[in-house]
């Protein structure tokens, strides 16, 4: 069945390090791909999205970059600051019409001082 | 982060009780999903509705129903069905057919 693989599970990393979280998918009609960002005790928050007809896209500290071929997609965060520490997810869009999506695991991301 | 609301923030019932989880947006979004989040298994998808008196279930739909009579609620009833019903339930809409989601706060479910 459809699948969203998310790694790693937990990062940790010292302030204004780069993280890198990784995803692969199994759908290969999947075309849209999600990151969201929940901290402690809130709901999930949109912090970039990126489309199958861009490699790449940049938001400030954060890009995602997708390689259709090998069903990757990857977040990256530059310049981490404390305030990054949360649980990220990835997703993707199913392979049907609609807008429902598949979440990876999540990755809890600690960026310490 | 208004916008898309979930009532009660916590639900405590006895085991072999139905209980019915209130979501409700303003948005004017045509789309309106319910995920089960649990630790470490990410978001998953019970039951999604992309139009009023539509819907589909989702992954783990077994021991759930929903019903989407208003564009603006989509309700979902955890049924004596649902073999491990303590969970944190999360809310989502959005507007047209490849839009961003957006979640509600999320309602706390234990089951005893």
């Known amino acids: 069945g459809e699948n969203v693989e998310q790694h790693p599970s937990t990062l940790s990393v010292q302030e204004g390090d780069s993280a890198v979280i990784k995803c692969t998918y199994s759908?290969?009609?999947?075309?849209?791909f999600p990151w969201y960002k929940q901290e402690l005790g809130k709901r999930p928050q949109l912090i970039i999205d990126?489309?199958?007809?861009?490699g790449e896209k940049k938001d400030q500290r954060i890009a995602v970059t997708l390689n259709k071929t090998a069903k990757h997609f990857s977040l990256h965060i530059t310049e981490t600051q404390p305030e990054d520490s949360a649980v990220y997810f990835c997703a993707a869009s199913r392979n049907q019409a609609g807008t429902a999506l598949i979440f990876g695991k999540g990755t809890t991301l600690s960026v310490s001082s | 982060d208004g916008g898309i609301t979930q009532s009660p923030k916590y639900l405590f019932r006895k085991e072999g009780q139905n209980v019915t989880l209130s979501c409700e947006q303003n948005l004017n979004h045509d789309a309106m999903y319910w995920y089960r989040q649990d630790p470490g298994q990410g978001l998953r998808l019970i039951y999604y509705s992309q139009i009023v008196n539509d819907f589909q279930k989702g992954d783990i739909a077994e021991g759930y129903s929903v019903s989407r009579e208003k564009k603006e609620s989509f309700p979902l009833t955890v049924t004596s069905a649902q073999k491990n019903p303590t969970a944190f339930y999360l809310c989502?809409?959005?507007?047209?057919?490849?839009?961003?989601?957006?979640f509600g706060p999320g309602t706390r479910l234990t089951v005893t």
């Open positions: 759908d290969s009609a999947s075309n849209y």
């Open positions: 990126i489309r199958s007809n861009v």
């Open positions: 989502a809409s959005s507007f047209g057919l490849s839009g961003e989601q957006y």
